[in-house]
């Protein structure tokens, strides 16, 4: 007897199982794992049920403060109860460590990167990201072309467990970017509403709307942005300045 030969239909169907391919009538899961972000409503809208991991996620808030940290809170309390660092490069203001503490983010676990210049806080991202030596690295820069995102995302790639997130101003949303992933964040109702721009599948039309205190499992509200003060009272995170001439 002669092994059977799988009919079209079998082919077909193990060509659209595999994460490569994008189907346009739904997300689509990747390769990699998730992490839940902690709102049940945005995870049954991202690709995998949760952020991605060997990604870009960019993330592109109307104003800072808004909330871009508070939906993250989530993931990263869980990456550093895993012992896992959290490496934060050039974010605008230094954070407040009460609200970082009330989201269960361990601060000896958080490492701030300090960069005297955009080119500084790519190429610390790019550096961070390759080292694959810890669970989330935050980003802000000031400004970024797509063949700056492009080794970005590649980076992402190549780590295949490690959070990878840059916070860009709305007005890009029109610009072409290689993320995977890009959210906009901005306000209706008096709650924060995120509307996916960007997506492995189908587009989604209708922001996702989110509570303005508390997130799915949070032990405590985290109603403050983590970086909407100027005083840090809290020595444990450190500060590394950055520099493009260690390597």
Known sequence: ????????????????????IWRGNRPV????????TG??????????????????IEILPQHEGIGELRI???????LTAQGRFLVWIAPPYLPYAPALCSAGIDLARLILVKTRSPRETLWAS???LRSTACGAVLAWPQA???????????AAEGSPSVLAVLFRPLRVARETTPAPLRLALTTAHGELAVRVIKRRGSPLVNPILLSAVTSRRAQRPFAHHAVDRARFPSPAARIVPASVNAV
């Open 126 to 128: 790019e550096q961070a």
């Open 144 to 154: 970024a072309n797509y063949a700056e995102l492009r080794r970005l995302q590649i």
């Open 72 to 78: 993250l809170g989530y993931a990263l309390s869980r």
């Open 39 to 56: 709102f049940p409503a945005l995870d049954a809208e991202l690709p995998g049920g949760g952020w991605p991991t060997a990604a870009l």
């Open 29 to 36: 899961a990747g390769s990699s794992p998730s992490l839940p």
């Open 1 to 20: 007897n002669h092994p059977q030969r799988p009919g079209p239909r079998s082919a077909l169907a193990d060509i659209l199982s595999q994460p490569a």
